[in-house]
């Protein structure tokens, strides 16, 4: 059975980071430390409404008699403590006498966000998402340990997907090109992705064999749509491209290559 860890007590707020090091309170024996933690590759952790997310904490650990083990690492949003995590354990990598580096998995599953909260009046799943912070104890060889809290910052987001069509195609030079679009995002409570209303988006065009550059900016309506409307000078591909937020990811859709008559 997989193990749960949940951690529901109040967080205060904290400035913004990948890694932490040491932590900002913490208790124990001796002098055993975690000084260095890196999450997912330094990456934020983007979990959609169907896979398993797996990532990594990587925590580079230090003792003068050597270090024995990870024993606990747990996860939860800093704002609300919210936690729908399983830590499934973690392996140890040592570098010279008195450091190691220790890896942990976790998984989050969709399947499980909403559940997680369910019996808290007012949930919302989708609150997961944004700042997460991450709790770990260890062991040494001589009996130290220490129990670590916020040893490193990392984003916890809900996955995106935008598409794009430009219409008419071919078109002729200097005609009018309409720019359509979608952009949506993961909806933890049933799973479905639902159109992200009142983003702003940007419209990038690129000639063949160039790079995008923006050429202007739409928002999205109530359905998540996106629509824009350009002369066509040349043949090209277009796109929109949205930054992300703090609680969703950054995606750029695929090119729509157009040609002119």
Known sequence: MRRRIA????????????????????????????????????????????????????????????????????????????????????????????????????QVDPAWIDSYGSGNRGWDANAVAGEWQVNATVQANDGD??????????????????????TPEPVRKGATLTVTGKLSRANWTDRKYHGFTKQVVK??????????????????????NLRATVKASAAGSWRWAFAGTTTTMKVDSTGDAVTLK
């Open 145 to 166: 340990y220490w129990i670590s809290d916020r040893i490193a910052l990392f984003k916890v987001k809900r996955a995106a997907s935008l598409t794009t069509d430009a």
């Open 7 to 106: 951690v529901a007590s109040a967080v205060a707020a904290v400035a913004a980071g990948i890694v932490a090091a040491p932590a900002a309170h913490a208790e124990g024996r001796g002098d055993i430390r975690v000084t260095r933690t890196v999450v997912n590759g330094g990456g934020n952790v983007i979990v959609g409404v169907k896979d398993v997310k797996r990532f990594t904490i990587s925590m580079t650990v230090k003792d003068n008699s050597g270090v024995k083990k990870v024993s606990r690492v747990s996860a939860f949003n800093t704002a609300n403590g919210y936690g729908p995590v399983d830590y499934l354990g973690s392996t140890c990598k040592k570098s010279n006498k008195t450091t190691s580096v220790c890896t942990a998995t976790m």
């Open 203 to 224: 419209l990038q065009y690129k000639k063949a064999g160039g790079s995008y550059s923006t050429v202007k900016t739409a928002t999205t309506d109530s359905k998540g």
